[in-house]
């Protein structure tokens, strides 16, 4: 595309002082050391204070908050070790970061001049008290929800470890504690998990399943439940009673109904708030207590299709037949965690329903910065692609859309 080489020239000539692309951190990049394009993704920028993401359309540059494993502070060159993992320079050494989630891991110098890597990690291997667990094998956490695991894989640079939960998107770190795992914590529950080893180029190895269940809090217990449950319909009951006792058989026959229907009523509320507080509007939901403030970011997921004749358009999941009731990433998750069947599927589904064939599809973490003049497009972060590309790109290449 003929807007890169533009916003290399433009990059070339920023100053601290007068940025050509306008920064939405107070702070500023300082000093811009260099830039690259994802294949169908976003510009990435190294700069004094951190990795930086581009809106070229929107014209501006947002810092990047990376996470676990990745390099804090200034960052020199980038270059893409693979379509899903940036290689950043920084002071204390090399880096891999995985682009969408910004996790990563520090490159070892001796795995560094090797010409020929090893594949992805090796089959993973979980063992708990000495006895290797199979796919699928259910334990019990502790009261926090967490349960500690022998972990073993075999990978280039040796192998690290992430898990989620079944219809999440996001793969969470393992923390080590001596020779073992520290999984979790889980919602009280079962619960389904997935285990993977990772590579130092962030490659993963096949999921290893487990099925958690943590218990419930003792003050949710049927013990403690039932019997707090029976006293409030009994309080109902002569709360509603006492007052008609001697007055007559009708206001005695409406009490009655009252405190039947009431106490019902209350059970069901009881009943949808305990013990995941899920069913009930107004219960277990932050929506009606969060704030933002200035400098807050949000997301928004978007799906892009590239259609025959090179046309964009914005897609829904339900035109591609994901019929999760979400606007949000939980409609997503099955095309994130899918694999290339469940992504092939989609996008015939989605072919027919916009009656043209569907060449690629993106699906995209839009961000907005919320500064103190209002809010500002701050770039969007390339979550997932298909088809697939398998060819690193270089600081020249445009690598698409």
């Given amino acids: 595309m003929f807007i890169a080489p533009l916003f290399s020239l433009t990059l070339l000539l920023q100053s601290p002082a007068f940025p050509a692309l306008p920064c939405l951190s107070p702070e500023g990049t300082g000093k811009i050391h260099s830039h690259l394009k994802q294949p169908f993704g976003p510009v990435f920028v190294a700069a004094e204070r951190g990795l930086f993401v581009a809106d070229l359309e929107a014209r501006t540059l947002d810092l990047l908050d990376l996470r676990d494993g990745a390099p804090r502070g200034e960052i020199f060159s980038l270059r893409f070790e693979n379509p899903s993992c940036l290689q950043v320079r920084a002071k204390d050494g090399i880096y891999n970061i995985h682009p969408a989630w910004l996790f990563g891991r520090k490159v070892a110098s001796k795995h560094r001049k090797e010409k020929e890597p090893w594949g992805p990690p090796s089959s993973l291997v979980a063992a708990r008290g000495g006895s290797n667990l199979p796919p699928g094998s259910r334990l019990a956490t502790d009261a926090a ?144 207590t969060q704030t933002y403030h200035a400098q807050s970011l949000l997301y928004r997921p978007v799906i892009r299709a590239l259609l025959e004749g090179g046309k964009e358009v914005e897609v829904s999941p339900s035109e591609g037949g994901i019929t999760v009731p979400y606007t949000t990433f939980r409609s997503l998750v099955p095309l994130l965690n899918g694999g290339p069947l469940r992504l092939e599927e989609f996008r015939e589904t989605l072919g027919r329903n916009l009656g043209a064939p569907v060449q690629r599809l993106r699906i995209l973490a839009e961000r907005t910065r919320l500064t103190p003049g209002g809010p500002k497009p701050a770039g969007a972060l390339l979550l997932g692609l298909y088809p697939p590309l398998h060819r690193p790109s270089s600081p020249d290449q445009g690598g698409g859309k």
């Fill in 145 to 288: 929800g967490r349960v500690r695991l022998a972990l073993k894989a075999k990978a280039w640079g040796g192998a690290t470890f992430r898990w989620r939960l079944q219809g999440h998107h996001l793969w969470r770190p393992v923390e080590q504690v001596g020779s073992q795992y520290l999984l979790g914590p889980i919602p009280p529950g079962r619960h389904k998990v997935f285990v993977v080893a990772m590579d130092e180029n962030l490659r993963f190895s096949s999921p290893f399943p487990l099925e958690l269940l943590r218990p419930l809090p003792k003050g949710l217990s049927k013990a403690v439940l039932i019997p707090v449950a029976g006293g409030l319909v009994l309080m109902v009951f002569l709360l509603s009673v006492f007052p008609v006792l001697g007055k007559g058989r009708g206001p005695l026959r409406r009490a009655l109904l009252s405190a039947v229907a009431v106490s019902v009523l209350g059970l069901q509320v009881f009943a949808a708030i305990v013990p995941h507080a899920k069913g009930w509007p107004f219960v277990g939901f932050t929506m009606y």
